[in-house]
């Protein structure tokens, strides 16, 4: 795995060095060239073959992305081996370096895919006019047609009546000052996106850095054995995972042991699975009980409010097992603002030449590693809780 990943990281280096500084720009002007779905397949197509070359990735479905008030800002592109889905990858042109994350393991569905898996019954499957949706940090959303009914599901699952979506897009439009033309400090002077020329690849990466090897618990995989879920929990059981510290070699028995360590609540049931909330507070002192009371082993943690990349990148090269938790702005049914929390493990990091930060994570939804732009983080507030103690094995 870790030649997987450092393949990627190289990988990174070479497609960012293609591109420099997205600008406002006209279609007369020489110095720019527009984006096209062409040359989002090429700038895919060099990231799936530097990164895997012993098999033949194809790059399919590029789709626009728009942020909540309604501007172009970016494109994803799927990748596929034959038939079967393999990751994929999110140009944010809002960004300086302009890969905002990406994907390639087996099995890994693009967020429009992952949206349609959560429909009833779509219509439709993929068509050129798919308008895709970037709501916050992780989060994806697309309107289509369920079962006879538009609707807007995100890549999590959750519904949104098309009426109520417009209404959470523009109040987290103004929230975040998302307004026509683009505030991310690019503005366009068209409905297109033009780029400068691009050069041929120098760039090469700084730094890579991993914690042991890489275990991920997916949501879908802990309800199942567990009937529950809380992402604070999970984020500590990966870290078990990783550090072979799980209690009895079993799901169930560490996320039961964990949740109630942490105190972790009871915030709703649906679908016959308990969904908890974790006061982040609790993280770090619910991981020291379990480690004591289950494991028989002394621990420590530390607390960093809204670390810094630099912060984060100490804590992963001491190698200390750490969790990121973060709130960002969400509506709720009644159309009131409010914070929502996460929690994600962090596995690593990669700093590239134009000294890009990225963060390697598990989180806690999916299953697999997840490369993160530290730009691209909008949240209104971060803490990272940090063990010692706690082993990190290669």
């Not at 360590?261 to 908890?276: K, L, N, P, Q, R």
Request: proline share 3%; glycine share 6%.
């Amino acid at each position: 795995m870790k030649k997987r990943l450092l393949s990627l990281a190289l990988t990174i280096a070479l497609i960012l060095s293609l591109f420099i500084n997205t600008v406002s720009a006209n279609a007369d002007d020489k110095d720019k060239i527009k984006v096209t779905d062409e040359l989002i397949v090429q700038m895919a197509d060099g990231l799936a073959k530097e990164n895997r070359p012993e098999i033949c990735l194809s790059t399919k479905e590029v789709t626009k992305v728009y942020n909540n008030a309604d501007t172009l800002i970016g494109y994803t592109a799927s990748f596929y081996l034959d038939n079967t889905p393999y990751g994929y990858v999110f140009f944010d042109f809002t960004l300086d370096n302009y890969i905002s994350e990406f994907v390639i393991e087996e099995n890994v569905l693009s967020p429009y895919k992952q949206i349609l898996d959560y429909a009833d019954n779509p219509i439709s499957t993929y068509s050129d006019d798919v308008k895709l949706y970037k709501n916050n940090i992780l989060e994806y959303s697309s309107t289509i047609n369920d079962n006879g009914a538009i609707i807007n599901i995100n890549n999590y699952g959750e519904k949104k009546q098309e009426g109520k979506f417009e209404e959470f897009k523009e109040a987290l439009a103004e929230e975040y000052n998302e307004v026509k033309p683009s505030t991310f400090g690019t503005v366009y002077d068209s409905p297109d996106i033009f780029i400068d020329r691009y050069d041929i690849p120098q760039s090469t990466i700084l730094t890579n850095r991993y914690i042991g090897t890489y275990i991920c618990y997916a949501e879908d995989r802990v309800k199942n054995e567990s009937g529950k879920y809380a992402c604070a929990v999970s984020a500590l059981l990966n870290i078990c995972g990783q550090s072979g510290l799980m209690l009895n070699n079993s799901i169930k028995d560490t996320y039961d042991a964990i949740w109630d360590s942490t105190g972790t609540s009871v915030d709703h049931v649906a679908d016959g699975y308990t969904f908890g909330s974790t006061q982040i507070s609790n993280i770090g002192s619910g991981m020291k009980s379990y480690m004591s009371s289950k494991k028989n082993k002394n621990i420590s943690y530390g607390y960093i409010n809204n670390p810094s990349f630099s912060e984060v990148a100490k804590v992963v090269d001491t190698p200390k097992q750490s969790v990121f938790s973060y709130g960002i702005l969400k509506i709720t049914g009644e159309g009131d603002i409010v914070r929502s929390g996460h929690a994600i493990t962090v596995d690593g990091y990669m700093i590239t030449k134009d000294n890009t930060n990225y963060l390697l994570i598990a989180d806690g939804w999916g299953y697999a590693a997840r490369y993160l732009n530290y730009e691209n983080i909008n949240f209104i507030d971060s803490g990272l809780t940090h063990f010692t103690g706690i082993p990190c094995y290669d």
